[in-house]
């Protein structure tokens, strides 16, 4: 049973980064699809990011494309999420997934993390 553990939520001024972090304390992941969402209070979940078991492939919703980039770890069952150039519109809980049941930028993925709180200062 995978069960994932984000961190690296924060307060940052726009224009700022940070790096987001997403590990399987059960270390069974790694052969998972991985995907980032995140969601406002008020407004629909929605797709950020998410690669591909063996890393060669990501996708990225396209407005956020050039600022934001996913990676993985699969020897430390971890996935990152770098974030540049943030903008006050990023705030929000940024939460990651794990084994998408149809594709990757939907979000009917079997495994969720708890959230991790963005917020974007201007």
């Known amino acids: 049973q995978v069960q994932l553990v984000e961190s690296g939520g924060g307060l940052v001024q726009a224009g700022g980064s940070l790096r987001l972090s997403c590990t399987d304390v059960t270390r069974t992941f790694a052969y998972l699809p991985m995907g980032w969402f995140r969601q406002d209070p008020g407004k629909e979940r929605e797709f950020v990011a998410a690669i591909a078991w063996h890393g060669a492939r990501t996708y990225y919703a396209d407005s956020l494309k050039g600022r934001f980039t996913i990676s993985r770890d699969n020897a430390k069952s971890t996935v990152y999420l770098q974030m540049n150039s943030l903008k006050p519109e990023d705030t929000a809980v940024y939460y990651c997934?794990?084994?998408?049941?149809?594709?990757?930028?939907?979000?009917?993925?079997?495994?969720w993390g708890q959230g991790t709180q963005v917020t974007v200062s201007s």
């Open positions: 997934a794990a084994d998408p049941a149809t594709t990757v930028t939907q979000d009917d993925y079997r495994y």
